[in-house]
């Protein structure tokens, strides 16, 4: 059975920074398509970050410079490390794996999600 559990989520303020974590057991995360997706309260959910098959990353526009998706295949944990953010960047954050289609893309088809953590900033 696949579990993916965020944690690192919390309250900062704007510029701030936090590092969020994906544990995944029953999975390996390790040149599979894993990635980061948020959803803000009464928007759709929105891909931010992604590892391909071969562990190229692509980023969404609004996090690109800021945000880093970065992974540690012996703890099977994925991670986004997230700087200088802003209030935009308030949402519910969810890592997400196994791509459905042939090919990893920074949309919703993913087999396998998290329950979320929760980023909020505000000053």
């Known amino acids: 059975q696949v579990q993916l559990v965020e944690s690192g989520g919390g309250s900062v303020q704007p510029g701030g920074s936090l590092r969020l974590s994906c544990a995944a057991s029953g999975y390996t995360t390790s040149s599979r398509c894993m990635a980061w997706f948020r959803q803000a309260p009464g928007k759709g959910r929105e891909g931010v970050a992604m590892?391909?098959?071969?562990?190229?990353?692509s980023y969404a526009d609004s996090v690109k410079g800021r945000f880093t998706i970065s992974q540690d295949g012996a703890k099977n944990t994925l991670y986004l490390q997230m700087n200088t953010l802003k209030p935009e960047d308030t949402a519910m954050y969810y890592c997400?794996?196994?791509?459905?289609?042939?090919?990893?893309?920074?949309?919703?088809?993913?087999?396998?999600w998290g329950q979320g953590t929760q980023v909020t900033v505000s000053s």
């Open positions: 997400a794996a196994e791509s459905t289609l042939t090919g990893c893309y920074l949309g919703p088809w993913y087999l396998y």
């Open positions: 590892f391909d098959s071969d562990g190229r990353t």
